[in-house]
């Protein structure tokens, strides 16, 4: 289909809509690999980004707002991913339960997310019934009731969530507080799920408050990945959507993190045999130049069984049992951090002295071509799997425009882990794995208790 | 649009391939399957079939184990292994313009392996590392209780990791011994899924110069249905929430009633609306996650419930899942939720078969599980076909509620009182360390 196609398409949807909220534009295509994203936009702001797959009879629907914990305040954290929860329930038109009833009575499933940056739901769903999505996630973006029995049992599912994920788990348990420690001011200091007794303490007012801010058509994006005809779509889109007004989206009152100059250290005990290792210097936002070559320099020391450190730590000295290393993928700068589960007897100590020998190698010493091709191939692999399925791509383009506002951003990230240097490793290196922006814990066995034992923030 | 169908040939030699071509993304996975699994560890000595697949790709002809991986990478590869009770699995996925590199890659593992003493040794110490580490996660030890106490000395009851014990008692020589009697041609399922061309001829390359003889094969009966209701409790420290798994032994595809069961279990546990979700997640909020599922095996396997309340509301959780057990039993699913569980099996089947890695996995399914060659062929029609009637009496027959396994995970101290009470005509109880494995 041509760009006149959709310029007479949108003239056509145009000439039906009732007012200006209705009003569609085509924003124009978007290269994606060897595919093509169309983008719309509704006059209320909805954007909408569809991608044509016809390799099976089935389509994948997501919807990206652009809100995340980063926009919450102390005393009320976890907001947005306990409204991720609520969402499921009643509507003005349809009773608590209908949405997945009806969703499932046609064969589609759904799920949703929330981090930092962003939340999305998704619905995958048989080509046939796409209809059926678009009604359902208009509706709760702009008919959602809020009603006191709800939210007491969702909190309750949150509550034992966070146990599951966080409380009752060691390295969910540590990565939190490696995350507190490490950031002061940003919100990035707290987790998404939130603290328990934040999670414990909201109203309905607040849920309410917080809908009414963020869920709006200009705060969200429809991404649809699949064997759609795009103008039959796009019309149910127009349809269902067009009425819910804009809103006024707040400017975020977010602090730049201060630089960190003194380096962390943190020592917990914790129900566990071994003890882990945790290490999070503070890193580049993913829209950074530098992530790409850190993100390289990552796969060098961490990625594989050939990389570096595991050659070291786990094949050759037996000092570790597992091991990651990961560079956030945050719009604000957030961490390279770092995870070692000691084996029987090790501890910590040892571990970090392996890997600062590791870390002034790589800031005094080239990594070889080889070593580069390796990681460059690694993060190649990685890229093309995230876009195996339908939900794959849609995920990879909602990310990257919420994120950065470039849905096609995944194909600019493989070029430009082609251009990197081993000299960019060296740089990155040199710039971002310094003890002084650095936070350690160390996490030790103790049948005890979880006591913080020294430098707790 | 059109899919594909899965082309199947067979080689000389008698290995067998599936290829469900797509070109979309230029990826290829494969994979070189064995109908042997962990069921074929000898008793004392599980985790042999494991370790074995583990060490092969540890120093193969003329390629250490740093060569390898480094190799693996270069080419833009991943490659893993998995042992399951009915089969060994290797392979993984690789960028579509080195699928042969890697295919010669894979077939130097799968033909000749070196089997190091070194190696050897520093795997078992890592495994026994990995078991060591494996104890943090409650959902993990909730399992491995389960899977002991429900099969009890049936070769199901045993773990394809092997215990510190078991993997102390395996030596190289049983390595090789195993390699030997399983790895051959006519034991051998392969695998392709994705972007690939010459198909056949790289199969013929990754198994040519695997012996041709038959491997043994493996006494497997039926599990014995254990009586009375069980409880495990898997004491662990400071724990605030609990782990809480109930089995029993349910059926297998070969069973008359073996769909309908699975279709009256998606009522029960298998989707987001189902009555486990609603009564204990969405009317509670006792757990995050509330499901049921029956397992698919060689011979009949299991029904099991899950869930993860937090410690004051485990007691009352465990009592409602087993109360909810007995009325899907004695009352049977209604009519209405057979008719709306239809649409949703049916509807939905598009996203069993809508990439080419999963229609290949069910071809796969059907040689390695050995299951009716229309298993999932006629699945689609079996499922339409169910009657209210027929499902009722698949859960009548096949599931008992006064035969329970029940497995909880968490502190002994302040939970098991409570545990005990909220299980009616509870015959015996056993407190495991957690550490137990």
Redesign the interface.
Known sequence: MSANFRTRLVERLNAKAPDSQHHISYEGPRPFGGDTIHSYRLGNGLTVMLLKDDSAPVATYFTWFNVGSRHETAGKTGLAHLFEHLMFNETESLKAGEFDRLLEESGAESNAATWVDWTFYHESIPADRIGLAVRLEANRMANLVLREPQLVSEKEVVTNERRQRVDDDIEGAANELLYKTAFTCHPYHWPTIGWMSDIEGFTTDDCERFYKTYYAPNNATVVVVGDFNEGSLLTKIQSAYGSIPSSVIPEEDTHPEPPQTEERTLVVHKPTETEKLLVGFHGPALGDADHAPLSLLNEVLFGGRASRVYNELITEKELASDLRGWVSTFRDPGLYDIFAAARTGRNGAEILDVLDGHFSRVKSELVSEVELARAKARLELSLLQSLDTMSGKAEQIGFYWTVLGDPAFAFQRLEAYRRVTRGDLRRVARRYLNSSSRTVLRVLPDEAGDAVVEGAA | ?K?ATTERFEIPGGALAFVEA?H????VSVGVSLRSGSVCDPIGKEGLARLTARLMRRGCAGLT??EI??R???????LSGDTGLSSISMGG???SRNIEPFAELLARIVSTPTFDEREFE?LK??TL??I??A??S?RSLAHKALRRNLFGGHLYGRGAGGTSKSLAAITLDDVRGFYAAHFTQPNVVIGFAGDVLSAEKIAVKLVEKLPKHAAPKVELTHPAQLSGRHLTFVD??????TQILIGTLASWPHDSDHVALTVANTVFGG???SRMM?EV????????GASSSVAIERRRHSLSMGT???AADAAACLNLEIGLLESLVSGGISARELG?VK?????????E???A?KRVHQALDVELLNLPADYYSSHLGNVKNVTLEQANDALKNRIDPENLRIVVVGTADSMLDGIKAGVERLSSVTVEPY?LE
């Open positions: 649009m899919l797509s979309a993304i230029p990826l184990a740093n991986d480094n693996v990478d270069i080419l833009g590869a991943e996925q690789v960028i520093r110490r890592q590392a990995e060591v580490e104890r943090d409650d662990k420290p400071d724990r605030t929430q989707t987001f609306t609603r997640r969405s009317k509670r909020g006792w757990s995050y993860a309340p937090g709306f649409k949703y099996l049916t509807r939905s089947h598009a996203f078969i809508d990439t890695v550490d």
